[in-house]
């Protein structure tokens, strides 16, 4: 069924009794064309496109647990394009352009809120590094504005400006940046994705990958052997797992990273607004309650929850930055698993099993590349060569030395 104003009238008229589930429960089926695996964000949105954009529908999204369980259900939920190096410029504006109009396309709101994202630096070299990523954006034809102490005192008040640790010097600011909500995206994807046929399986955990001849057969799963055509990996956290099943070892790291939720409060932060000596990043929910995190916990983990020295360490920055929250009660935390690459940046490609393809390491950065990431991944599918703002992100940079390390903190992926 559509969404519509009417349809609310109708439905709230009726006593709300003719809602429909938003995504049938189908048994799996013997045999898919492209079996994709993984149902976060990215999962649902290749699934999404590869109906929508190419038509390909005898799909299954294989999911180990709910929708929504997964990072895609537990980020921060911002979303920028504020991107320096040209492999992942183009490709990040590709994703904010389809977030500005993904609600009417898929009939679903996911809360898209451009409340804007505003990078604070407190050092002359941070504030160059700062211009020069505003001008690259602003060369790619991304907005980027740079504003002085005196406009963001203006803006945000409450931050920490009089004898600060680490005065504000200024901020970058992208207006386009900001907030969706995050399980909405989930569940918007997986309704028009069943809408056109894609069969989302939950419960139903990939145990194995069967092969013959170089080519994948099929997987195993707790339902049982389900066979494709093609198989398509998009499980994030745990996608060094996944693929051992295949016999790969990826360029990738799990580490723990941790969100936060205080107390609900009156409206004060109307944008995303980011610390520029620790890492510390804030919004507020239309709820009321300060959603913010920080730095990955720093070891290897696949456990979904995190240690109380990272609290400690985000709630730190977060006092530095606006002095006020030390009179805010964190309400809840939790933890998802990140699938750190070796220079931070993503992988979107075929693997060298020729029917295998490779969705992965998108860091702590891959809510906001979700329907990118998905287009990208669906044409990569569909037509068996990248999309060309995807281009960049191929399997074998890392052998080749062509490596895009937005951070600039080389091979070491609990840094970036
Ligand atoms: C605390 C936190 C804050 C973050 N903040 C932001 C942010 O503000 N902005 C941003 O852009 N990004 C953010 N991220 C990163 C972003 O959430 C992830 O990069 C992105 O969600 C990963 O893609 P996904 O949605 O497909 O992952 P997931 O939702 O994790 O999907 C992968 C799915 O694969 C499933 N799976 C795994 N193994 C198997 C198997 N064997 N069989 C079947 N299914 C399997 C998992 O259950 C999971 O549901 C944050 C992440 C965390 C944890």
Redesign the pocket.
């Known amino acids: 069924m559509r969404y519509s104003a009417l349809s609310i009238l109708m439905n709230g008229l009726r006593g709300n009794r003719s809602w429909k589930p938003a995504w049938r429960e189908p048994e799996p089926k013997a045999h898919y064309d492209v079996i994709i ?9 290749t699934a999404y496109y590869l109906a929508r954009e190419f038509g390909i529908t005898n799909v299954a999204v ?4 709910y ?14 394009s504020n991107y320096l190096l040209p492999g992942n410029n183009p490709f990040y504006e590709l994703s904010l352009k389809l977030w500005e109009g993904l609600e009417q396309d898929f009939n679903f709101n996911a809360m898209v809120s451009q409340r804007g994202v505003l990078n604070l630096c407190h050092s002359d070299g941070q504030r160059d590094a700062f211009i020069r990523r505003g001008n690259a954006m602003r060369l790619h034809g991304v907005d980027a504005e740079f504003l002085d102490r005196e406009a963001i005192r203006r803006m945000l008040p409450f931050l920490g400006f009089d004898n600060a640790r680490f005065p504000i010097m200024g901020g970058l600011l992208q207006r386009r940046g900001g ?1 969706v909500r ?1 399980d909405a ?2 569940w918007g994807f997986a309704r028009g994705a069943d809408m056109r046929g894609v069969d989302i399986i939950q419960n ?4 194995g990958i069967r092969q013959e001849g170089g080519r994948v057969t099929g997987v195993e ?1 707790s339902r049982g052997f389900i066979a494709c055509n093609k198989l398509a990996l ?6 060094s ?2 693929a051992a ?1 295949a016999g790969m070892k990826l360029p990738i790291e799990s580490h ?4 936060f939720v205080s107390e609900g409060l009156k409206p004060y932060i109307d944008c995303v607004v980011t610390f520029g000596v620790g890492h510390f ?1 804030i919004s507020q929910s239309d709820k009321g309650g300060l959603v913010f ?1 920080g730095d990955i916990d720093g070891y290897n983990s696949y456990a979904q929850r995190g240690n109380l020295a990272m609290v400690e360490h985000v709630i730190e920055a977060g006092k530095t930055m606006i002095p006020g929250l030390s009179r805010v009660r964190v309400l809840r935390s ?6 750190m690459s070796m220079d931070g940046s993503p992988i979107i490609d075929r693997t060298h099993i020729d029917n295998l393809y490779l ?1 992965a390491g ?9 329907p990118a ?1 998905g287009f990208c991944f669906a044409h990569l599918l569909a037509r068996g060569a990248p999309q060309e703002t995807a281009a960049a992100f191929r399997l074998d940079r890392f052998a080749r030395g062509y490596l895009i390390d937005e951070d600039g903190s080389g091979a070491q992926p609990n840094l970036h």
């Open positions: 695996v993984g149902g976060g964000g990215h999962g649902l949105a294989l999911e180990k647990g929708l929504g369980s997964g990072n895609v259900g537990r980020n921060t939920t911002i979303i920028r907030t995050h995206v989930a139903c955990e990939v145990t799963t998009a499980a994030a956290g745990n996608s797992r996944v099943m723990v990273l941790q969100a990043y995190g939790w933890g998802g698993i990140m699938d969705n998108w860091c702590y950065g891959g809510f906001k590349a979700t990431s």
